[in-house]
Nanobody, 124 residues
């Protein structure tokens, strides 16, 4: 059974950091492009970052470029999203997604498999 499980969310003050994890089971992440998405209340789901299955190429939304870093550890079948310099506008439920392709981009419709999400709240 294909499953993605996110963890690492929580409450953090502005300027703080969090590292989200996306653990896969039932399939090997090596051959999947992985994306991180987020959805704030009343807003559409938006792509945050993605990483290719081949050479590890990474892509970021302009809103997080320079602050967030996506990485993958194929040995642990896990993808991470390191989030630094967090802002209140980063508050959202964060989802990871997987697609059996090289690069899937930042469009949610490109991904076949989704996790349940983890809440990130940035507030003082």
């Amino acid at each position: 059974q294909v499953q993605l499980v996110e963890s690492g969310g929580g409450l953090v003050q502005p300027g703080g950091s969090l590292r989200l994890s996306c653990a896969a089971s039932g399939f090997t992440l090596d051959y999947y492009a992985i994306g991180w998405f987020r959805q704030a209340p009343g807003k559409e789901r938006e792509g945050v970052s993605c990483i290719s299955s081949s050479d590890g190429s990474t892509y970021y939304a302009d809103s997080v470029k320079g602050r967030f870093t996506i990485s993958r550890d194929n040995a642990k079948n896990t993808v991470y999203l390191q989030m630094n310099s967090l802002k209140p506008e980063d508050t959202a439920v964060y989802y990871c997604a997987a697609d059996p392709t090289v690069v899937a981009g930042l469009h949610s419709s490109s991904y076949d498999y989704w996790g349940q999400g983890t809440q990130v709240t940035v507030s003082s």
